[in-house]
């Protein structure tokens, strides 16, 4: 045990420490691949579904994580030009808002992957995330047409907090377009904000209003104008939820809408003196989400192109 510990100190802790020590290992004649992500849910993402591929090449992948997107396209830079799209280098990031604030550069090139939507998070959440954790956490059968009826209940619900996120979004945006460090402040709101009424309706909680919390914890001193942020929110209506809401509370929303089935089926009679109760094995969690999720949808088609692309000349 000893031994794990003193590695885990020895470990390198600044990014280009972390890119000098991959490279010293390096060979690009070997069958080991190397992909560089961001933050701490994307290896369970990214990496669970570059490995599925890769292992099917007997390719093994060694993960390094960078802390941020900067980082990341930091050292995309730095080994593209030592070794120039080489197909055992991968790099990934998220797109975030740069095309709503005229970041036009973040594309997928060669090793480079950004994702269509604003992070990778965003593909955790949808329908089919719903039926896997009815069906692989809750024990119901497929067939069960419960299943059916609360993915047509997140289908609605997806309409509500997209119209609730909108307002929370816009000031965002604008205030990006001046200071891209609000986001990073903006990961203090917790996720107790969010909470559901008895009907499903998403409702944020501020206090004591939604731009006064959001200009204190994101330390903005000069807040933007509600004429500026009405146009950001008309922007904003005209594009998919999944390109200007963060996939950190998209994710939020899932997890919600979730607590709030558990707690009908846990409060209900009628299921418990019918002996149907469902024992929910596994729960899921702001907290362990990304985890438990991402090894159990499919790779999303364009990772999967990407990374088979990147990898079929090998």
């Avoid at 730095?78 to 280098?89: G, H, S």
């Amino acid at each position: 045990m000893s031994a794990f510990l003193d590695a885990l100190k020895a470990a390198p802790n600044t990014s280009r420490a972390k890119v000098n020590e991959f490279l010293a290992s390096f060979n690009p004649r070997t069958r080991k691949i190397g992909i560089f992500v961001e933050g701490r849910d994307d290896p369970s993402f990214i990496r669970v579904h570059v490995a599925r591929i890769a292992n099917s090449l007997n390719l093994e992948v060694t993960t390094i994580v960078l802390g941020n997107k900067k980082e990341v396209l930091s050292a995309w830079e730095f080994l593209e030009e030592r070794f120039p799209n080489n197909p055992k280098l991968m790099f990934f990031v998220d797109k975030d808002h740069d095309d709503l604030v005229g970041n036009t550069g973040s594309v997928t090139q060669q090793g480079l992957f950004v994702t269509s939507y604003y992070s990778i998070e965003s593909f955790l959440v949808c329908t089919n995330t719903v039926k896997i954790v009815l069906t692989d956490f809750w024990g119901l059968d497929s067939s069960n047409g419960a299943i059916e009826v609360a993915c047509r209940s997140f289908e609605r619900f997806q309409q509500a907090y997209r119209d609730v996120f909108l307002p929370w979004m816009a000031w965002i945006l604008v205030i990006n377009r001046t200071d891209g460090d609000v986001v990073n402040n903006s990961n203090n709101i917790p996720f107790t904000i969010l909470t559901l009424n008895s009907n499903y309706e998403p409702i944020l909680r501020w206090e004591p209003d939604m731009f006064t919390y959001l200009s204190n914890i994101c330390k903005v001193e000069v807040p933007p104008n509600t004429a500026d942020i009405d146009l950001a929110i008309k922007e904003l209506e005209l594009l998919p939820t999944k390109i200007w809401l963060r996939g950190k509370q998209e994710l939020w929303c899932l997890i919600v809408f979730l607590k709030k089935l558990e707690e009908q089926i846990t409060d209900n009679l009628d299921l418990k003196s019918a002996n149907k109760s469902i024992k929910i094995r596994t729960k899921i969690e702001v907290s362990n989400a990304a985890e438990i999720l991402s090894p159990r949808i499919p790779c999303p088609k364009e990772l999967n192109d990407f990374v088979s692309n990147r990898l079929e000349s090998l």
